[in-house]
């Protein structure tokens, strides 16, 4: 409802640029990549723009010509086949048929600006140590938005950390993987010098150290939470996780030697290319690590997270369908079956947000109306009820695999990947085969040797 006088509606963020088209019907422009710097380009032709007085359109065109990252989705009309699919994606003229992703080196500060109590982390100073994953994990969306990877120097950090000390605050450290960060047992131990206790985002347990569990203990964590996704090597070795059980259980003896206790682990179902012995390796696994705890003197209780996979724009399964809901919902239940102790959680998310979510992560341009009419029946709640009335084929949406060569709603996007890396990731997976982590002077995906600022 939006015309000439109205404000525009800017959105940006790695869950609305990577597929940004159920929300194109709210907002006018996507900011794509990494905004640190590129905003203040966008905010300065945006004042170019309006001095000169341009219209709505001719503004939006204007920043879309003039600042790379910008996708104006008005500006791009998208056709569809007679089973629903886009076919094609046609720019006007003159607007460039691809917008590209925005990334930079880490060079300013990124920690905690407002540092009142009344934020959603008001007792912690949040420092982001790193940015990215070069893991590979072929579901997972960090290693591909965030790419490449990129640390912090350590001296930038132990700076960041006297800051959070000057303001009484507990240091929280960000980034894909904490134990990935090449000094963390440095820098673990500078905060516990300073007399500070620490939390961090994210643990791998082929990379944990003593150091690290220590600190966390020392600073009051009681939890450990690692995550093997998958409970066989089958199906870790198709994922890309690079994890093994004994990985796994040399980080439960760190942490209980270190007192903390309490065990994590986060689980998917319903991955590409699941068999029943998979669902089965995941009780498999947990028995194990139970035996393992139980042999070290460890007796407490271990908690599953489980919850389905959901298929990524940019990622190696982006093109494949989720499992059907009835399929997962009888592998959730043997799996409550099976780990019936009062020794086991399991914390299992709701199924219908999940595949509220399927639609939402790889949707085109229709599902807005699809939340338009949702939000009018109360939300949630109101979706099956919007999708009959609209005719939208949820099923459709979530359960059919997509062909390589299809046009994906998000195809306007380029993320800087060489166009065969992903489906050779997906031939890798199909096969089981190990893709290494990215190193200095790799070349295989090309965002290393491609454009940023």
């Known amino acids: 409802d939006r015309d000439d006088d109205d404000t525009l509606v800017v959105m940006g963020g790695p869950v609305a640029f990577f597929n940004a088209e159920p929300l194109s019907p709210f907002v006018d422009v996507v900011l794509v990549g990494e905004g640190e710097r590129f905003i203040h380009t966008f905010l300065d ?36 086949d007679d089973d629903g699919h886009v076919v094609r994606i046609v720019p006007e003229e003159g607007i460039p048929a691809k917008v590209e992703r925005q990334w930079h080196e880490l060079t300013q500060p990124a920690e ?16 982001e140590i790193a940015r990215g994953c070069g893991r590979h994990c072929r579901f997972c969306m960090a290693g591909y938005c965030y790419r490449r990877p990129r640390v912090r120097p350590l001296e930038y950090v132990k700076s960041a950390v006297l800051r959070g000390k000057a303001l009484g605050k507990k240091i929280g450290l960000m980034g894909a993987a904490i134990s990935d960060y090449p000094y963390i047992d440095e820098l673990v131990t500078f905060i516990r010098e300073q007399g500070l206790a620490f939390s961090c985002a994210s643990l791998r347990a082929d990379s944990i150290t003593p150091a690290i ?37 040399h980080s439960i003896d760190l942490a209980t030697a270190a007192g903390i206790r309490h065990v994590r682990m986060y689980i998917m179902v319903g991955l590409p290319m699941e068999t029943d012995d998979d669902i089965q390796g995941i009780v498999d696994m947990t028995r194990r690590v139970q035996q393992h705890m139980a042999a070290i003197g460890n007796l407490s209780r271990i908690t599953l997270s489980i919850n389905p996979f959901i298929p990524k724009p940019f990622t190696p399964f982006q093109w494949m369908a989720m499992t059907e809901k009835k399929v997962v919902e009888k592998r959730l239940n043997f799996l409550k079956k099976a780990l019936k102790d009062k020794q086991i959680e399991l914390l299992i998310e709701p199924l219908r947000s999940a595949y509220i979510q399927g639609v939402l992560s790889r949707g085109d341009r ?30 459709g949406f979530l359960y059919d ?28 997976a199909e096969d089981g085969e190990f893709s290494i982590p990215c190193f200095d002077g790799c070349r295989r995906c090309h965002i290393c040797g491609g454009h940023h600022d």
């Open 213 to 249: 569990v220590k600190g966390l203990a020392e600073s009051g964590q009681k939890t450990i939470t690692l995550a093997p996704e998958a409970g066989s090597k089958h199906m870790r070795d198709i994922i890309n996780k690079g994890i093994t059980e004994e990985h796994l259980l």
């Open 45 to 80: 032709a945006y004042g170019e723009g309006k001095a000169q007085g341009l219209s709505r359109h001719d503004l939006l065109r204007y920043l879309a010509t003039h600042v790379p990252g910008v996708y104006v989705p008005s500006l791009y009309r998208h056709e569809y």
């Open 366 to 395: 229709r599902v807005g109306d699809l939340l338009v009419k949702a939000h009018e029946y109360g939300g949630v709640k109101g979706w099956k009820r919007a999708a009959k009335e609209l005719h939208f084929d949820i099923k």
């Open 112 to 127: 905690t600006v407002i540092a009142t109590p009344n934020t959603e982390f008001g007792a912690m100073y949040l420092i």
């Open 401 to 428: 695999q997509r062909p390589t060569d299809a046009v994906m709603p998000w195809d306007t996007i380029d993320t800087g990947l060489v166009p065969t890396y992903l489906t050779d990731e997906l031939k890798k």
